[in-house]
């Protein structure tokens, strides 16, 4: 790579570096109304069709090795490059790489900046990035400004510059920039989705979600893995650290973006106990946990209020001893879904009392299945990933990229969902005061259609 690009990447870095650090200490209300574009809008992007479609994969750690995996796996994509510091996991991606392809992919692993030398390779067509949170903005802004359509993990942003950089870019690139969120292609999730557009629940008037989901064993991973990096950030932010997993299906159920979107929230967070009290239980009294303020609530609690007037319940808690759970609940005028466990009832067409659950999902998913479920949920299952839903997500962005069709998440949909945790903590500082939540489609959402059920190809 030359100097002017190496010049050019590192100018993005401060700046946005810059950006961080002026957002943490920004005045509540940093969730301001749209600011001027630096491009068109990418609502609707459909991007030149690929015959096949090479894959760049930075960071192959818990969550990346299973993407070199379904990558591997899915017709029309292959992995040409794969970047990750971790020695350890850079050879474990290359062993999946290897019982499915014919060549060993390029590797990049001398420093945390590799990865710019694998985005400037010919034969990379999409990065993927499943790194550390604080690269993530970072790493997906490069890709697009490099040429490559970015696909990044959880959540997309940790601040609110950072969302208005990621959606600006996309825009001036026109590349495409999605968030991985695949709790969108769980089963359930999907089959939700069709009885929505199809009415079943009647007119869409509040939704619950979350991520309840007890990680305290992860302050263990001291210098490798997801708590290595994970667990100082309950030292940082007091809000919804995580909110994506539970709030990107109802989201797409309430048709956010798409017709409607978030207006303002609210936020509160219970006190921060359990994980100082895990410290002194699990480790010496002078280990590094035992030395950390853990600020963030056990368990934040957050209320949405939508610009068309739907509400959403959205909670957090990975410290709690407690069963897992993602609510996922959608209210409507003729009845409810909930998850965990998936249950029923409807006032008309559920052929019992809506005072009573429907606990049976056999015959509503015999009716309701989502068409790609129909078609690809069988090789999903087999294929593995959260019940499939990984692998299914990838085989979906390769046939729309294949195809040259939109996604089924955008730029919005990954600054939208993620802004949610550094507003929350926003609020919370300011006694749960509401704070707006910026339209970072520049009020494209009132012309755009919500997302529709589309079906898999033969």
Known sequence: MTDPDRRRFLTTTLAIGAAASLHAVAAPGSGSPARPASGRSVMGLA????????VGLIGVGERGVGFVHHFCNVEGATVTAICDTDKVALDAAVAVAL????????????DDYAYRDL???????????????????????????????????????????EAWRLVDTSERTRMHCMML???????????????VRQGVFGEILHGEAAYIHELRWQMKQMDRKTGSWRTPWHTRRNGNLYPTHGLGPIAQYMGINRGDRFDYMSS????????????????????????????????????IKTRNGGTIMLQYDTTTPRPYSRHNLIQGTNGVFAGFPNRIALEHGG????????????????????????????????????????????????????????????????????????????????RGNSKPIP????????????????????
């Not at 019982?99 to 001398?110: E, H, M, R």
């Not at 695949?182 to 009885?195: A, F, I, K, S």
């Not at 946990?289 to 209320?303: Q, V």
């Not at 996604?407 to 949909?413: A, G, H, R």
């Open 268 to 303: 509160m967070s219970s006190p921060a106990l359990g994980r100082a009290a895990y410290a002194r239980r699990e480790f010496p009294a002078d280990h590094p946990r035992n030395r950390l303020d853990y600020i963030a609530g056990d368990i934040n609690t957050s209320l």
């Open 351 to 430: 052929g019992a009392s809506f005072h009573e659950w429907d606990y049976d999902m056999t015959n509503w998913r015999a009716r309701y299945d989502h068409p790609l479920w129909v078609q690809m949920g069988r090789r999903a299952e087999q294929q593995g990933g959260h019940g499939g839903m990984d692998y299914l997500m990838c085989w979906r962005l390769v046939d729309c990229l294949r195809n040259g069709e939109p996604l089924d998440q955008n730029v919005y949909d990954a600054a939208a969902w993620s802004v949610i945790s550094p507003i929350s903590a926003e609020s919370v500082a300011d």
């Open 119 to 161: 985005l400037e390779r010919s034969d990379v067509d999409i990065a993927v990035i499943s790194t550390p949170w604080r690269w993530h903005a970072i790493m997906a802004i490069e890709a697009m400004e490099s040429g490559k359509h970015a696909f990044v993990e959880v959540p997309a942003v940790t601040t609110v510059e």
């Open 181 to 195: 969120e695949n709790v969108c292609y769980g089963r359930d999730e999907l089959m939700v989705l069709n009885m």
């Open 47 to 54: 991007a030149p069709p690929l015959d096949t479609v090479r």
């Open 99 to 110: 019982k499915c392809a014919d060549s060993t992919p390029a590797l990049y692993t001398d």
């Open 439 to 458: 339209d970072f489609t520049r009020g494209a959402w009132q012309a755009t259609e919500p997302l529709g059920v589309v079906g898999a190809r033969a």
